[in-house]
């Protein structure tokens, strides 16, 4: 069946950057594009952006700068990274498949806190 | 950017009670809204696609209404296990946004 599990540090200081890995089983990072999705105290759920089935990016203005979304099709992995972190970047991060009526399954989660 | 309004923040309702939350969004997003189910630690589950579709395996009491700016998810006869956060999304331009969440407990 399909599982997504994210995997993260937990705890980031400020101004480093966060890594975070989102593993799949039960279907082809080659047919689906994956989302990374955020919720925070301050902002709620924002769309962070997607990888697309074909390895193409896009990401959302307000994470531009500072946000890289990568995949190992081989590993069934797909990667976040967002540098210059700040302590309004503390939630939750989620990992997401877009089917064909938009996010189909997500991931639990991982909890990340900014803080020195 | 789409905002959407979403309402009420919480709700609390008794067994067997239809349950109506609300998703307005700021310009019209055709049919591409969906709506989640959030409970506490879990996976955001996906209830309704494409505003009235029915995912695989969600009981029926569970649907959806609307297109252009307004939507409704309805759930007809409230079950226990149905205490959780639902949360709509709108997938019709990026950036994508969501609804702020309802709150939904048991009288």
């Known amino acids: 069946q399909v599982q997504l599990k994210e995997t993260g540090p937990g705890l980031v200081q400020p101004t480093q950057t966060l890594s975070i890995t989102c593993t799949v089983s039960g279907f082809s990072l080659t047919s689906y594009y994956m989302q990374w999705v955020r919720q925070t105290p301050g902002k709620g759920l924002e769309w962070m952006g997607f990888i697309r089935s074909g390895g193409s990016t896009e990401y959302n203005s307000e994470f531009k700068s500072r946000l890289s979304i990568s995949r190992d099709t081989s590993k069934n992995q797909v990667f976040l990274k967002m540098n210059s972190l700040k302590t309004e970047d503390t939630g939750v991060y989620y990992c997401?498949?877009?089917?064909?009526?938009?996010?189909?399954?997500w991931g639990q989660g991982v909890m990340v806190t900014v803080s020195s | 950017d789409i905002q959407m309004t979403q309402s009420p923040s919480f709700l609390s309702a008794s067994v067997g009670d239809r349950v109506t939350i609300n998703c307005k969004a700021s310009q019209n997003i055709n049919r591409y809204l969906n709506w989640y189910q959030q409970k506490l630690g879990e996976a955001p589950k996906l209830l309704i696609y494409?505003?009235?579709s029915l995912q695989t395996g969600i009981p029926s009491r569970f649907s959806g209404s609307g297109s252009g700016t307004d939507f409704t998810l309805t759930i007809s006869s409230l079950q226990p296990e149905d205490v959780a956060t639902y949360f709509c999304?709108?997938?019709?331009?990026?950036?994508?946004?969501f609804g702020a969440g309802t709150k939904l407990e048991l009288k």
């Open positions: 494409n505003a009235n």
């Open positions: 999304l709108q997938h019709n331009s990026w950036p994508y946004t």
């Open positions: 997401a498949r877009e089917g064909r009526g938009g996010f189909d399954y």
